[in-house]
């Protein structure tokens, strides 16, 4: 039937489009080379986009101006359970419409630009080549509600270029609030508790998250791992707020 058709014709085109899209996220023009489709982004773009260079604190991952390893305000701030936090980019501008993209659009192929950005951070920090990489848990009804975990994701696509023994998924989360509705103490307060292990903690782990705003979830995370057994806890956030 001519109808039946059309419809599976447009069902391939979205598909299609939705796996490999033809779009550049950010500039929006036309993907045309292999490597472009792959990642998502036009040559121009992805070679434009880079993470942001200079030192940075080593607990909120956010570029120092005057000061050495951690910044003012972290210094004076609450002790971190965690030991240190890398950042890749701001969550502004250029950088902000890379996440949408990949989040709420679901973008897929910008998963492995992600990757290729973490793995070029593994290479410049062999302290993080022991680590096991343990993402931050989905908060429960959030694959319902949308369809997919970016965070788990992105790990897939780091397991099938980085290798599969250094990955675990041992940490899980009760149902609480979305973070992003919160402020800074409230968030706190919405993950107490709420962060549980699955499974036992390695002695050294990287916990990945998409962005950090006041550091909650990375904190409850690495304070969950720590009394789990953990040594050592680094956390890697792609963007910093």
Known sequence: M???????????????????????????GSLTGISEIQYGLCDQCR?????????????CGKPLISERDVCLPCRNGEEKSYDRLWTLFPYTG???????????AKNLPLADFFAEKILELFNANPVLRDAHIVPVPPRPGKIKDTGWDQIDCLVKRLEKIYGGGAFLRCLKRRKSKVQKQLGRIERMENLKGRIYLCAKAPKTVLVIDDVITTGSTMEECSAVLKAGGAEKVYGLCLFYN
């Open 47 to 59: 070679s434009g986009t880079a993470c942001v260079a200079g030192e940075k604190c080593n607990l």
């Open 94 to 104: 250029k950088f902000r419409k890379l996440l949408k993209s990949y989040k709420f």
């Open 2 to 28: 001519p109808y039946k058709g059309m419809l599976i014709k447009h069902f391939i085109f979205l598909v299609k489009d939705f796996l490999f899209p033809t779009a550049c996220a950010l500039c929006g």
